[in-house]
């Protein structure tokens, strides 16, 4: 699994040092320039999958 993500899945390494060193700097501020990244709840429907990951259905 390692191996596949390595050389197959593993596109682009990027070094964001200075974007991470200027996030620092706006949470010492009033962080209204602060970068966020955008989360969103990934619904898993494939019982199969929610086996083999653990999780449980939430059913309304």
Known sequence: M????AKNWLV??????DFVRK??????????????ARETVYCVFDTEIQNKLGLSAWTE
């Open 2 to 5: 390692l191996d596949a993500y």
């Open 12 to 17: 682009n390494i990027e070094d964001i040092s």
């Open 23 to 36: 996030q620092q700097k706006n949470i010492k501020s009033d962080c209204a320039e602060l970068i966020t």
